[in-house]
C-alpha cells in the first residue's frame, strides 16, 4: 500500500470518528452547514447558543466546533475561552457575517484554526474543518505519547 493510499484511508477514518459541533444562532443557516458537512463525510451537531453547547455531555474530544462570532449571550470568543480553561482539545474554527480585524487577531492567537466570513464557499469550509480534525488528531496523538 503506498504512502498516499495509507493517507488516504486515514483521513477516511478521522471523517467517520470525528464530530463537527456547529454553533449558531441562525437555525437556517445551522440546517445548510450541517447539509454541507454531512456530504462532506462528517458527522455534525448543531447548537443554537454556547450555553446549549457546553451543557451537551460529551465523552471525547475528536472533530472541531465551528463557532459564529456573536450569538446571544456568550459568543464565540469567550466560548473558545472556555474550552481552552476546560482542558476542552476540541481545534476552533470561526465562521461569522461580523467579522473585524481584532477579533480575528484575538481569535488567532487564542488557538483558532481559521477565521471564515459568511457567506463561506463550501470548499473554504471543508477545507478548514480538514486542517482542524488533523491538528486534533495530532496533538491527541502527542497527548498519548506523554
Given at each position: 500500500?503506498?504512502r ?16 463537527i ?18 456530504a ?10 454556547a450555553?446549549?453547547?457546553l451543557a451537551h ?5 475528536s ?14 470568543l ?5 474550552l ?6 476540541l ?9 473585524d ?16 466570513t459568511?457567506?463561506?464557499r ?9 486542517r482542524a480534525i488533523a491538528?486534533?488528531a495530532?496533538a ?7
Amino acid at each position: 500500500m503506498t504512502r498516499d493510499m495509507e493517507a488516504e484511508q486515514g483521513e477516511a477514518q478521522q471523517q467517520r470518528t470525528s464530530i463537527i459541533y456547529l454553533v449558531d444562532d441562525d437555525p437556517s443557516f445551522l440546517r445548510a452547514l450541517s447539509r454541507r458537512l454531512q456530504a462532506g463525510g462528517y458527522k455534525v451537531e448543531s447548537f443554537a447558543s454556547a450555553e446549549e453547547f457546553l451543557a451537551h455531555p460529551r465523552s471525547e474530544f475528536s472533530g472541531c466546533v465551528v463557532l459564529d462570532l456573536q450569538m446571544p449571550g456568550p459568543g464565540g470568543l469567550e466560548l473558545q475561552d472556555v474550552l481552552a480553561r476546560a482542558q476542552m482539545p476540541l481545534p476552533v474554527i470561526f465562521l461569522t457575517a461580523h467579522a473585524d480585524v481584532p477579533s480575528s487577531v484575538r481569535a488567532m492567537k487564542a488557538g483558532a484554526i481559521d477565521f471564515l466570513t459568511k457567506p463561506v464557499r463550501g470548499d473554504d469550509l471543508l477545507e478548514a474543518v480538514n486542517r482542524a480534525i488533523a491538528r486534533g488528531a495530532s496533538a491527541r496523538e502527542t497527548r498519548r505519547k506523554q
